[in-house]
């Protein structure tokens, strides 16, 4: 069965940095890539971005290139999102999302979510 | 590269249809049979309704059907059941620079 399993909640202040984790089970990990989707009430879902586990190669949606970096680890079959310096409006719930199979344009596996709120 | 169109809300008696809109340009929706739904109930992640414009995954109910025009996608709904109030939101393909956009999210209330 595959699973895609986030790290828990963070509650951080601004200029704080952090990484939040997806850890991958149930397929071969380097066979699909790992995206990762921000949701907030105000604007709703929006891809962040996503990564080729098998050679790390990234694509940035342009809103969030430069702020965020995505990375993995295949030897933990985890994928990770990270801030080096978060603002109060990085507050929001972050889903980590595989597609069908490799090259399918929709999702159907995603993780729990991981709430981040940034605040003073 | 702009979030897609949707109306912020749509509602309907059980058992009526409603329709949801998403709307992109000749850019994301226009340009690519890459057109997926989902469906998010409160504190749950999305789920897949409608992939490639007008498939459903297996388990998904008949009652999601959907279609696109130019630059307009649609999901429909039939028979609506209480279990179908939810947000809806739509996604499509947009090119290898920044492939996916999401639509701005629908929410289904069933009076």
């Known amino acids: 069965e595959v699973q895609l399993v986030q790290s828990g909640a963070e509650v951080k202040k601004p200029g704080e940095s952090l990484r939040i984790s997806c850890t991958n089970s149930g397929y071969s990990f380097t066979s699909s890539w790992i995206s990762w989707v921000r949701q907030t009430p105000a604007k709703g879902l929006e891809w962040m971005g996503r990564i080729d586990p098998s050679d790390s190669y990234t694509n940035y949606n342009p809103s969030f290139r430069g702020h965020v970096t995505i990375s993995v680890d295949k030897s933990t079959s985890t994928a990770y999102l990270q801030w080096s310096s978060l603002t109060a409006s990085d507050s929001a719930m972050y889903y980590c999302?595989?597609?069908?199979?490799?090259?399918?344009?929709?999702?159907?596996?995603w993780g729990q979510g991981t709430l981040v709120i940034v605040s003073s | 590269q702009s979030a897609l169109t949707q109306p912020a809300s749509v509602s309907g008696s059980p058992g009526q249809s409603i329709t949801i809109s998403c709307t992109g340009t000749s850019s994301d929706v226009g340009s690519y049979d890459l057109v997926s739904w989902y469906q998010q109930h409160p504190g749950k992640a999305p789920k897949v309704l409608i992939y490639?414009?007008?498939k459903r995954p297996s388990g998904v109910s008949n009652r999601f059907s959907a279609s696109k025009f130019g630059n307009t996608a649609s999901l429909a709904i039939s028979g609506l059941q209480a279990e179908d109030e939810a947000h809806y939101y739509c996604c499509s393909y947009a090119g290898r620079n920044s492939p996916y956009v999401f639509g701005t999210g629908t929410k289904v209330s069933v009076l």
């Open positions: 490639e414009v007008t």
């Open positions: 999302a595989r597609p069908h199979v490799s090259g399918s344009s929709w999702y159907d596996y």
